[in-house]
């Protein structure tokens, strides 16, 4: 069975800072993964995605992810952290099954940005 | 812009009770998800669907059933409501396919009293 890691909990940066949030995944096969980042009251939003190709995946507002396989990660980077970022991220990885990916999510980790 | 609509965002219900959370989207999408999700343990999967009438369950269907008789609508029955159940539970929606982005709803914060 496939399981997700993500071993921050919380994490503090302040604004204009970088950003690495860690993400280790269990899976047999090539996995499909995910970020997606809920900010609060708020529903899930898609970050990125990868499934094969360029190990380096952009994706909106200015995060990105790089696949590792030789680690198992798929951690989310951002070059310079927004206030607006604080929010809680969530790593996901699915297989295809079904007609559909189903998603193991990690427990999250909160982002707190200090001004 | 893809929808996914909880019908409620806030229920507060009695232990013993048969509970209805509803889910519809907009988008056509084959694939429905339900969700729930609790603090240090994030989403789990209860169930999905992938087309109308079908169902599969996920990493903690117990205490829970679905369905589905309609391709816009998703719902999660809670048989018989327990206070371990207070939570909250997330829809989402998705097209057939791989790799495919699931969209979900705001949400409904379940209390069980």
């Known amino acids: 069975a496939q399981s997700v890691t993500q071993p921050d909990i919380h994490i503090t940066v302040s604004e204009g800072a970088s950003l690495e949030l860690r993400c280790n995944y269990s899976?047999?096969?090539?996995?499909?993964l995910f970020w997606y980042v809920q900010s609060p009251g708020q529903g899930l939003q898609l970050l990125l995605k990868?499934?094969?190709?360029?190990?380096l995946v952009q994706g909106i507002k200015g995060f990105e992810a790089e696949f590792k396989r030789s680690q198992s990660s798929f951690n989310l980077r951002k070059p310079s952290v927004h206030w607006s970022d604080a929010a809680e991220y969530f790593c996901a990885v699915g297989p295809f099954t079904g007609g559909g990916n189903k998603l193991t999510f990690g427990t999250g980790t909160q982002l707190k940005v200090e001004l | 812009d893809v929808k996914v609509t909880q019908s409620s965002r806030y229920l507060v219900k009695r232990t013993g009770e048969k509970v209805f959370l509803e889910c519809v989207q907009d988008m056509d999408h084959e694939n429905m998800f339900w969700y729930r999700q609790d603090p240090g343990l994030g989403l789990r999967l209860i169930y999905f669907?992938?087309?109308?009438?079908?169902?599969e369950k996920g990493d903690i269907p117990e205490g829970y059933s679905v369905s589905r008789e309609k391709k816009e609508r998703f719902s999660l029955i809670l048989e018989s409501a327990s206070t371990n159940q207070t939570s909250m539970y997330l829809c989402?929606?998705?097209?057939?396919?791989?790799?495919?982005?699931?969209?979900f709803g705001q949400g409904t914060r379940l209390t069980v009293v």
């Open positions: 669907s992938y087309d109308v009438k079908m169902k």
């Open positions: 899976y047999g096969a090539t996995p499909y």
């Open positions: 989402a929606s998705s097209i057939l396919g791989q790799n495919t982005e699931a969209f």
């Open positions: 990868y499934f094969s190709g360029d190990t």
